[in-house]
């Protein structure tokens, strides 16, 4: 069974940055993609970003598409995501997600993906 920590979460100002952290634990060939899905209040869970260890490719949300950069270190089994330049509309509790089973077509969908962390909350003050 994959664990998902996730850490690096607070309160920043508009335009600031932030980096969140994902450790997994457990079958790493459970972890072939993992990523960050988001939720703000009222709003539906939202696709925010994906890297998939194989050929490290990554898929972006058109919304933080270059604001926001994925990282991983697969020797520790760790994701990391920089995000930069801020915005009141990216408040949102921040899910790490892993699956084996996503592929270019359904990176985007929620149901893909097995396991999800407990989430973290990022809070951007205007």
């Known amino acids: 069974q994959v664990q998902l920590v996730e850490s690096g979460g607070g309160l920043v100002q508009t335009g600031g940055s932030l980096r969140l952290s994902c450790a997994a634990s457990?079958?790493?060939?459970?972890?072939?993609?993992m990523g960050w899905f988001r939720q703000a209040p009222g709003k539906e869970r939202e696709f925010v970003v994906a890297?998939?260890?194989?050929?490290?490719?990554?898929y972006y949300s058109d919304s933080v598409k270059g604001r926001f950069t994925i990282s991983r270190d697969n020797a520790k089994n760790t994701i990391y995501l920089q995000m930069s330049r801020l915005q009141p509309e990216d408040t949102a509790v921040y899910y790490c997600?892993?699956?084996?089973?996503?592929?270019?077509?359904?990176?985007?969908?929620?149901?893909?993906?097995?396991?999800w962390g407990q989430g973290t909350q990022v809070t951007v003050s205007s």
């Open positions: 890297s998939r260890k194989i050929a490290s490719i990554t």
């Open positions: 997600v892993a699956s084996s089973e996503v592929t270019h077509r359904t990176y985007g969908i929620a149901g893909y993906y097995h396991f």
């Open positions: 457990g079958p790493t060939d459970s972890t072939d993609v």
